[in-house]
């Protein structure tokens, strides 16, 4: 089993800055993949960025490379997105999610099997 709980959304301009942070327990938290995902009203769940095992492997949905920065720091079973240069596109339920059978990076959605709650990100104009 795998429990994930994210923090750190809000209330931000246009071009500000954010960062979530999502904590583990559970089965140890280095030895597989992580996710961001979010949801925008009306639309479907997304993958936004992934990390393997290690944190030396990233991978990011197109519309947020070069903005976002997904790490991890597995002695402190923490997981983050740095989110910088922010739009109002981007605002959405975060939520961070871990492929407990995975170790690569990887960008499927059917490969996470534990989800955090999720945390609310709004980005006015």
């Known amino acids: 089993q795998v429990h994930l709980v994210e923090s750190g959304g809000g209330l931000v301009q246009a071009g500000d800055s954010l960062r979530l942070s999502c904590t583990g327990s559970?089965?140890?938290?280095?030895?597989?993949?992580m996710g961001w995902f979010r949801r925008a009203p009306g639309k479907e769940r997304d993958i936004v960025a992934s990390?393997?095992?290690?944190?030396?492997?990233?991978r990011y949905t197109d519309s947020v490379k070069g903005r976002f920065t997904i790490s991890r720091d597995n002695a402190k079973n923490t997981l983050y997105l740095q989110m910088n240069s922010l739009k109002p596109e981007d605002a959405a339920v975060y939520y961070c999610?871990?492929?407990?059978?995975?170790?690569?990076?990887?960008?499927?959605?059917?490969?996470?099997?534990?989800w955090g709650q999720g945390t609310q990100v709004t980005v006015s104009s």
């Open positions: 990390i393997n095992w290690y944190g030396d492997d990233r």
């Open positions: 999610a871990a492929a407990s059978f995975v170790v690569s990076a990887t960008m499927s959605q059917e490969d996470f099997d534990y």
């Open positions: 559970g089965r140890t938290f280095g030895n597989y993949a």
